[in-house]
């Protein structure tokens, strides 16, 4: 949460230089700001666990779930950064705001789930072993990016026009697309064979995806929008509990997504005079 009211500071403070930047033909007419909340599914993921001669194996196929904390609104209603949480600031590049560049956030939650069968092969403390349909139990390993396995993109977006009020001359609702890359700063939360640690933040690896749904304005600047997301993240240096030791996996990723948002103009007309600009130009 502290981030993304630091940004949306700096983003307030650059919006009237924004509105005279013009680069290569490009024009930033706008931004945007949306926050909302995500629901997510992941592929099966190969665990790669390793901290030099002490222990290096690997867990096949670990299937893993969400956690959307959705419960947490019932003891802390105040703090709405608790469940999977997403937001995006965004700046249009063009007059009608069908164009944007924007940056992307999702407060995503992976939780290895507990008690699953998997194989694991490989040596821990000089002692090789390869079993399979063992039992994964928690005081063993247990891994969750739970404070977030938090992906960060910066995207491209489009928006095609579905429905326009032709009497208050505004978009009512349009299919919007968006595509882009980023990194993965996750803080994991690791069980290994007795250890315990709640890690730090930091970058652990990349991300690409790409998403598309649809967005529905209400009134002028204000609108909802529901989205589904897939992807790639592969987390190439994931922390665990002791110095040196690391967790490297990759999975594909699908999301379900809800926000709502609010437009801001850089060039800001009455509606009068759009019509009076309107009228002029049809002349």
Not at 227 to 251: E, P, Q, S
Request: proline share 2%; aromatic share 16%; hydrophobic share 40%.
């Amino acid at each position: 949460m502290r981030s993304f009211l630091l940004l949306l500071m700096a983003c307030l403070m650059i919006t009237d230089a924004q509105a005279k930047l013009k680069i290569r033909n490009v024009v930033f007419t706008g931004m945007y700001f949306q926050w909302g909340y995500n629901r997510d599914i992941y592929s099966k993921s190969d665990l790669h666990f390793v901290n030099g001669n002490d222990y290096n194996f690997t867990i096949y196929g670990a299937k893993a779930h969400d956690q959307p904390d959705f419960s947490g609104f019932r003891t802390n209603p105040i703090d709405i950064t608790i469940p999977q949480n997403v937001y995006r600031i965004g700046f249009y590049l063009n007059k009608k705001h069908t164009h944007a560049i924007e940056i992307n956030f999702d407060h995503a939650k992976y939780v290895v789930t507990d008690y699953q069968k998997v194989h694991i092969k490989g040596q821990i403390g000089g002692e090789t072993f390869d079993r399979q349909d063992t039992i994964l139990y928690p005081y063993f390993v247990h891994m969750e990016h739970t404070n977030g396995a938090n992906f960060y993109h910066i995207n491209y977006v489009g928006q095609q026009e579905l429905l326009h009020d032709k009497k208050r001359d505004f978009m009512r609702a349009s299919v919007i697309w968006k595509a882009g890359a980023g990194i993965v700063v996750p803080k994991s939360d690791i069980f290994l064979m007795g250890q315990h640690l709640d890690n730090k933040f930091h970058v652990a690896g990349y991300i690409a995806g790409i998403e598309g749904g649809l967005r529905i304005y209400p009134f002028r600047n204000f609108f909802f929008e529901a989205t589904g997301k897939g992807g790639f993240a592969n987390y190439l240096n994931v922390l665990t509990v002791a110095d040196g030791g690391r967790i490297h996996h990759h999975f594909w990723f699908g999301e379900i997504i809800g926000t709502f948002g609010f437009d801001v103009n850089f060039r800001k007309y009455s509606y009068k005079r759009r019509m009076k600009e309107k009228a002029a130009m049809q002349q």
